[in-house]
């Protein structure tokens, strides 16, 4: 029989051995484990070389979108032509009878014939003719370029009118001091600047159009001289677009002239 404990007796009495004393604590304090140790090796340098490749990419990047964006302004892809709405101004002869077709020359006189035979087989007739300065005939945006570039002589110009005289078409033929300044004059088209437009004669026995019709005008360069066409229904009704009758007659007309015009400076 076992005897009974006392206070401050270790539980199991008598023949059981005391517990263990505590073990030294671990290192780290507080009963936690220590921090792992930092990591080895040549991980801490990789992040400044993804910085500086990151940097690389983007300067090229922007370098490449700079290049891109430069190429579109020096895009040089631009019309030279408008449907307008200007006054039109009266001819002064009438050419009622045609007699034979332009053989080309340096005189636009001899250019503007009676009639013109395009490449594509068609016969314009002349419908009046009219000579007068370049101020005089340009419209205001074309007489602010003409004080930079102003034309040597006078503008020679002549009323036609397509085979089935309904459509005509006003053709100018100005001279400059170069090939550059045909061509600085030439582009204003493309801002609206070019001769106030005109109509047949009241004897050519073509109708008036009524006023302010539409039109299209276009221009080219040759040599050191600019040619203008400006077509127009002989109605007075709009035009329609870059693919209808009037743009095309415009052309026709306007390329004939151009390559039968020889210049010599």
Same mark, same amino acid.
């Given at each position: 029989?076992?005897?009974? %404990?006392?206070?401050? %007796?270790?539980?199991?009495?008598?023949?059981?051995?005391?517990?263990?004393?505590?073990?030294?604590?671990?290192?780290?304090?507080?009963? /936690?484990?220590p921090?792992?140790?930092?990591?080895?090796?040549?991980?801490?340098?990789? =992040?400044?070389?993804?910085?500086?490749?990151?940097?690389?990419?983007?300067?090229? =990047?922007?370098?490449?979108? /700079?290049?891109?964006?430069?190429?579109?302004?020096?895009?040089?892809?631009?019309?030279?032509?408008?449907?307008?709405?200007?006054?039109?101004?009266?001819?002064?002869?009438?050419?009622?009878?045609?007699?034979?077709?332009?053989?080309?020359?340096?005189?636009?006189?001899?250019?503007?014939?009676?009639?013109?035979?395009?490449?594509?087989?068609?016969?314009?007739?002349?419908?009046?003719?009219?000579?007068? !300065?370049?101020?005089?005939?340009?419209?205001?945006?074309?007489?602010?370029?003409?004080?930079?570039?102003?034309?040597?002589g =006078?503008?020679?110009?002549?009323?036609?009118?397509?085979?089935?005289?309904?459509?005509?078409?006003?053709?100018?033929?100005?001279?400059?001091?170069?090939?550059?300044?045909?061509?600085s @004059?030439?582009?204003?088209?493309?801002?609206?600047?070019?001769?106030?437009?005109?109509?047949? !004669?009241?004897?050519?026995?073509?109708? %008036?159009?009524?006023?302010?019709?539409?039109?299209?005008?276009?221009?080219?360069?040759?040599?050191?001289?600019?040619?203008?066409?400006?077509?127009?229904?002989?109605?007075?009704?709009?035009?329609?677009g870059?693919?209808?009758?009037? /743009?095309?007659t415009?052309?026709?007309?306007? @390329?004939?002239?151009?390559?039968?015009?020889?210049?010599?400076?």
């Amino acid at each position: 029989m076992n005897s009974p %404990q006392w206070p401050g %007796q270790p539980p199991g009495g008598p023949g059981f051995p005391p517990p263990a004393p505590p073990g030294p604590p671990l290192p780290g304090g507080h009963g /936690f484990p220590p921090p792992p140790p930092p990591p080895r090796g040549g991980g801490g340098a990789l =992040v400044p070389l993804l910085i500086i490749g990151v940097v690389g990419v983007l300067a090229l =990047v922007g370098i490449g979108a /700079f290049l891109v964006l430069e190429s579109d302004d020096n895009d040089s892809s631009r019309t030279s032509s408008f449907p307008s709405y200007t006054p039109s101004s009266p001819i002064d002869s009438p050419e009622p009878s045609p007699t034979e077709s332009s053989g080309g020359g340096s005189d636009p006189t001899s250019v503007l014939g009676p009639t013109i035979r395009t490449a594509k087989g068609n016969t314009f007739t002349r419908a009046g003719t009219r000579t007068a !300065s370049c101020i005089t005939r340009a419209n205001t945006k074309l007489r602010t370029t003409l004080r930079a570039y102003p034309c040597i002589g =006078v503008m020679h110009s002549a009323v036609y009118a397509n085979p089935s005289r309904n459509i005509i078409t006003s053709v100018s033929i100005a001279k400059f001091t170069s090939p550059s300044a045909a061509s600085s @004059v030439s582009r204003v088209t493309s801002s609206k600047g070019w001769p106030l437009l005109l109509t047949p !004669s009241d004897a050519s026995g073509l109708p %008036q159009p009524r006023a302010n019709p539409a039109y299209w005008t276009r221009s080219w360069t040759r040599g050191s001289n600019v040619i203008y066409a400006q077509s127009y229904w002989s109605s007075g009704a709009e035009t329609g677009g870059r693919t209808g009758s009037v /743009f095309s007659t415009a052309g026709e007309l306007g @390329v004939e002239v151009t390559n039968t015009l020889i210049w010599t400076d």
